[in-house]
């Protein structure tokens, strides 16, 4: 016949331990002050913003700069209330770097995707400037 034994406390403490030390090891999600997000305002018909889509849009979240603010588009005319604006964006496209929410700088207009590039770097590096030091993933 099997007989069934219930480990003792001894058993249990050991691996429930370990278990604890490794979830606190885990990394922790960035807490909300440190959130940054790249807000695209956009609107149906917007050839800059149809371009932007084409040329940078497929590689802009494998970057570094995609990876530290990544991209939310919201339409001009249906602005969401979870975030804040310094001003209302009147042109298509504006890129807004947020962070947790509040507005820390834009770009209005997309003037191809080498200027776009380098206005971004500038605006990342005026609301944070460790973000170019940020893990890479890969």
Excluded: K
């Amino acid at each position: 016949m099997l007989q069934l034994q219930w480990p003792s406390r001894a058993g249990i403490a050991l691996p429930g331990a370990v278990l604890l030390w490794l979830l606190a090891a885990l990394p922790r999600p960035a807490a909300a002050a440190d959130v940054w997000t790249l807000v695209m305002v956009e609107q149906t018909g917007c050839s800059y913003c149809a371009r932007w889509h084409a040329e940078v849009a497929p590689e802009y979240g494998l970057t570094p700069e995609g990876r530290f603010a990544p991209l939310r588009t919201v339409d001009l005319r249906d602005l969401p209330n979870d975030v804040t604006f310094t001003s209302r964006p009147v042109y298509t496209p504006t890129f807004v770097l947020m962070r947790a929410g509040e507005e820390v700088g834009r770009i209005e207009g997309y003037p191809g995707e080498d200027f776009f590039w380098g206005l971004l770097g500038r605006l990342l590096d005026r609301g944070d400037a460790t973000w170019a030091t940020q893990e890479t993933g890969g």
